[in-house]
């Protein structure tokens, strides 16, 4: 009889793929379908399965890291960071090396200041990486359809107020 729910097991290989006999030592008593065709492997005498002649092999990680959503999730961020430091130069010589203050300048300013807490969130999604990572692929879709929106209504909050200012 197999068992669904058991999935400790102490004779995973040290390698990172299994050699045959432990993926069959692997799937004695459990139900676990076939990658390829969803045949039930439980106690099957060979590593390939019995319905489609997959080869099978036993390995510890994820077969479709989705980095892809993380990148695009962070890469306006390290942009706008980037940006900020080099708007930083411009806004040190006209604020407090020349005392201006005009309006426009402090719109400068705030978008500098959203650079730079762009980037810092950017540190912090990879701090919070492998968490983001478990997430499903329509939730870091959507997480990094939410950054790119912040980012763009940002940018058009900058560009109108620097319109509406001339």
Same mark, same amino acid.
């Given at each position: 009889?197999?068992d669904?729910?058991?999935?400790?097991?102490?004779?995973i290989?040290?390698?990172?793929?299994?050699?045959?006999?432990e993926?069959?030592a692997?799937?004695?008593?459990?139900?676990?379908?076939?990658?390829?065709?969803?045949?039930?492997?439980?106690?099957?005498k060979?590593?390939?399965?019995?319905?489609?002649?997959?080869?099978?092999?036993?390995?510890?990680?994820?077969?479709?890291?989705?980095?892809?959503?993380?990148?695009?999730a962070?890469?306006?961020?390290?942009?706008?960071?980037?940006a900020?430091?080099?708007?930083?130069l411009?806004?040190?010589?006209n604020?407090?090396?020349? *005392?201006?203050?005009?309006?426009? $300048? =402090?719109?400068?300013?705030? @978008?500098d &200041?959203?650079?730079?807490?762009?980037? /810092?969130?950017?540190?912090?999604?990879?701090?919070?990486?492998?968490?983001?990572?478990?997430?499903?692929a329509?939730?870091q *879709?959507?997480?990094?359809?939410? $950054? =790119?929106?912040?980012?763009? @209504?940002? &940018?058009?909050?900058?560009?109108?107020? /620097?319109?509406?200012?001339q």
């Amino acid at each position: 009889m197999c068992d669904e729910g058991n999935t400790k097991d102490s004779s995973i290989g040290k390698s990172s793929a299994g050699t045959d006999s432990e993926v069959v030592a692997f799937l004695q008593g459990r139900s676990v379908p076939c990658p390829r065709c969803g045949y039930d492997l439980c106690d099957i005498k060979s590593a390939k399965c019995p319905e489609c002649a997959e080869p099978l092999v036993l390995k510890i990680g994820s077969p479709r890291a989705r980095f892809g959503w993380l990148v695009l999730a962070m890469a306006p961020g390290c942009f706008s960071g980037v940006a900020a430091v080099f708007v930083l130069l411009p806004i040190y010589m006209n604020v407090w090396r020349e *005392g201006r203050t005009e309006n426009g $300048v =402090w719109l400068l300013v705030g @978008a500098d &200041l959203f650079g730079f807490v762009s980037a /810092a969130m950017v540190a912090v999604m990879y701090k919070h990486r492998h968490r983001i990572m478990a997430w499903s692929a329509r939730q870091q *879709g959507a997480f990094a359809a939410s $950054v =790119w929106g912040i980012h763009v @209504a940002a &940018l058009g909050i900058v560009i109108l107020s /620097a319109w509406l200012m001339q």
